[in-house]
């Protein structure tokens, strides 16, 4: 297209290249919209460069201040998080506790009731009885009713439990589903997707905090194969997202928002398991937030230890620990020839985690593809009905290595139905039960066959008494708990230590370590994500594993979305008129800007919004007619003919050429938080690459990726 030239204009018409450096009185350039604070809608990705602008920014103009006003402002905005910091702490671990009281108590409830008092859990009602002595206080509802025929009394237990079952687990469902569908299953997931940059408010609003505490109270006492651990990560989230409402510095900065979320989760998992120094290594290694953070490790560290003071204040066990299942034995040293077993649990461990992730897989695609999609309640009542009545048999021989190795192959079979159904629902504690089941039964058998080859050479190291303890079928539970659990989460650090600070097993922690790394060996043979990468996957959350990727020669040409494939903005071709008809007819989170191919910049949706709708606030006015221009220079319209949009462009665009390697693009997309990267020669336009193209590679190994996705209400039709 010819370059039209431009008439003789008046002085004043005349852009000069000085004017575009123009400052205001107070500092900024003139016409400076950058650094004008946006609204992210749900859905979208967070720019961390512009937000870590906003938060320096912030901080000089606050240090800037003179005499004390300059210290005191800084001191005190950062007091402000250190008090929403120590509230969800706090907060956390009392809600917490009393969540495990009101567990313990529906749980009891099921069974009988207090003959003084109603609200009294079976361990409150008996308390103050000497060892031996029988507990008449507490009365099975056979008693209660007064019913004496034998046949009777089996029939009304076995109704009455099964009926509150399916009662408590309706009443979550209905829950969740009427009033906070963001409130279940575990919130994992989504809390990494969130901190990666990912926005989603309304899965942290008070109205999902309530709904997911209660729900979760009753999903746990009625007895599905579910836990309280992951759904305690959401809850803290939330208490740390409502409490930080109350200050601008956090309603105002996303990033902020996240550093405050990451402290928060590490209270979650401490309150979760007792396990102060498990939940902040949880966060590093699990949610990806403290790697570099040393200020945000610390926040989570302060919080950590604030929750599990709290709970043990609140002393829900009744027992003044925090250690949740103690191992107690006489005996606390282990043989070599053990590590064999364990070994074996390991392999097993990964072999079984990874079945229980394809089976949930396959579950949770055949729950939304099908008639159990439009009945949510009525399969969480199914279920729940289907547990409780097999949770109700009678078996009384634990040493049993038949119902033991029965009962992990049933709690698998329930586990991987349960997480996913439209209750809150953790993974951990029915993950520690199956590999606890499997490693008793492992542990029963080896000490079989030293029982009765008492002197095999493998068994040498042993006492020559086969009567004196030398095998301990409780460690080897604790070894195959956290076998299971590694091939499940695939983690490996915070797993160690949460399972010895919560077992309290800590001369054991070697044993645990080697059986986890089997774990994981096997599971990532088996299949490299873990339970929450592969729901991540599912649900289509633009989140970027911290892995290594390694291409095979391919180039950014091979991931980009060429030119002629974009959507573009043609500089001084666009009325105000036409972008929000762009606007409308496209979702995109921005567009680059461009004349006859050569790249002006990149302007998002959000600032794009907030530059056009001043302009059609009145009805036809003159401004609606005139073109928009994203330069300053070289422009062929006259000064009263456009109107300049130059400061609306993103400060800083990251350009690339398309040979580079792939590998470079997806690493520097981990590295620095990136939205999206250019591709430009000899300035020209030739393609783009987004975050959500990345996770889409990142994915692509997975088979089922987007099974599960959907959009947020407000994109939903668009």
């Not at 079976?122 to 308390?127: E, F, N, R, W």
């Not at 949930?360 to 159990?372: D, F, G, K």
């Not at 390697?661 to 590295?671: A, C, G, N, T």
Request: overall charge negative; proline content about 5%; hydrophobic content about 45%.
């Amino acid at each position: 297209m010819p370059t039209v030239q431009s008439p003789p204009t008046p002085e004043h018409d005349i852009s000069h290249d000085e004017e575009i450096y123009e400052l205001t009185e107070n500092g900024n350039l003139a016409g400076e919209t950058r650094n004008v604070r946006t609204k992210y809608e749900d859905g979208t990705s967070i720019d961390w460069l512009h937000e870590e602008a906003l938060e320096r920014q912030r901080s000089q103009s606050l240090r800037a201040h003179a005499g004390a006003r300059g210290l005191l402002l800084p001191a005190l905005e950062a007091a402000k998080m250190w008090i929403v910091v120590i509230m969800t702490g706090a907060g956390i671990g009392i809600a917490g506790a009393w969540l495990d009281v009101l567990v313990k108590w529906l749980g009891d409830l099921r069974e009988g009731r207090c003959s003084y008092g109603f609200f009294y859990n079976q361990p409150a009602c008996c308390s103050g009885l000497d060892p031996g002595e029988i507990c008449r206080e507490w009365q099975t509802w056979s008693e209660y009713l007064n019913v004496r025929f034998i046949f009777a009394q089996s029939l009304l237990q076995s109704f009455v439990y099964v009926a509150l079952a399916v009662a408590f687990a309706g009443s979550a469902a209905v829950l969740v589903t009427t009033y906070a569908p963001y409130a279940f299953h575990t919130g994992i997931p989504e809390i990494k997707a969130i901190l990666g940059g990912y926005v989603l408010d309304s899965f942290l609003t008070p109205w999902t905090l309530l709904i997911k505490a209660l729900g979760l109270a009753l999903a746990v006492a009625s007895g599905l194969s579910l836990g309280k651990e992951g759904p305690l990560v959401h809850v803290a989230c939330c208490m740390a997202y409502c409490l930080s409402r109350f200050f601008k510095q956090f309603r105002q900065n996303e990033a902020q928002k996240r550093k405050l979320l990451a402290a928060a989760a590490a209270a979650g998992v401490s309150v979760a398991f007792g396990s102060p120094l498990g939940g902040v290594l949880f966060g590093l290694e699990e949610l990806d937030t403290f790697a570099n953070e040393t200020d945000v490790m610390w926040r989570g560290f302060v919080a950590s230890a604030v929750a599990a003071v709290s709970l043990q204040w609140v002393n829900p066990f009744g027992t003044a620990k925090l250690v949740l299942f103690q191992v107690t034995s006489a005996n606390d040293t282990w043989r070599a020839f053990e590590l064999i077993p364990w070994l074996g649990l390991g392999v097993l461990g990964g072999v079984l985690g990874s079945l229980l992730i394809k089976l949930n897989v396959e579950i949770a695609l055949y729950r939304r593809n099908s008639l159990l999609a439009d009945w949510p309640v009525l399969e969480v009542v199914g279920a729940s009905a289907i547990t409780a009545a097999i949770s109700y048999l009678p078996y009384r021989h634990v040493g049993n290595i038949f119902l033991l190795i029965l009962t992990a192959a049933l709690k698998i079979a329930l586990t991987a139905w349960t997480f996913g159904m439209m209750i809150p629902a953790g993974i951990f504690l029915p993950t520690i039960a199956i590999g606890a089941c499997l490693g008793r039964a492992v542990g029963l058998l080896t000490q079989g066959l030293y029982r009765t080859y008492p002197t095999a050479w493998i068994f040498l190291s042993c006492p020559p008494d086969p009567s004196v303890p030398c095998i301990s079928p409780g460690f080897y539970a604790v070894i195959g708990a956290s076998a299971m659990l590694g091939g499940v989460t695939r983690m490996t650090i915070s797993l160690v230590v949460i399972l010895f600070e919560l077992t309290g097993a800590l001369s054991h922690v070697l044993p645990i370590m080697i059986c986890v790394m089997t774990s994981k060996w096997v599971g990532d043979a088996l299949g490299t994500d873990g339970i929450y990468s592969v729901w991540i996957a599912m649900r289509q959350y633009p989140w970027l594993p911290p892995v290594d990727y390694h291409d095979q020669g391919e180039t950014g040409a091979h991931i980009m979305k060429s030119l002629d494939k974009l959507v573009v903005i043609e500089d001084e071709r666009f009325t105000p008129i036409d972008l929000n008809d762009l606007l409308f007819e496209h979702d995109f989170h921005g567009f680059p800007v461009v004349r006859e191919q050569e790249l002006l910049g990149y302007i998002t949706r959000d600032k794009l919004k907030l530059v056009v709708a001043p302009l059609l606030s009145e009805e036809d006015t003159p401004e609606h007619h005139k073109k928009c221009s994203f330069s300053r220079r070289h422009s062929s319209l006259l000064e009263h003919e456009r109107i300049d949009l130059t400061a609306a462009l993103e400060d800083a665009v990251l350009q690339l050429r398309k040979e580079v390697p792939q590998e470079l693009v997806v690493s520097m997309f981990q590295k620095l938080n990136l939205r999206q990267i250019l591709f430009t020669h000899s300035g020209k336009l030739t393609g783009m690459v987004t975050k959500t193209d990345v996770v889409s590679l990142l994915t692509s190994h997975f088979p089922h990726a987007a099974g599960l996705s959907e959009k947020p209400q407000h994109l939903q039709g668009g």
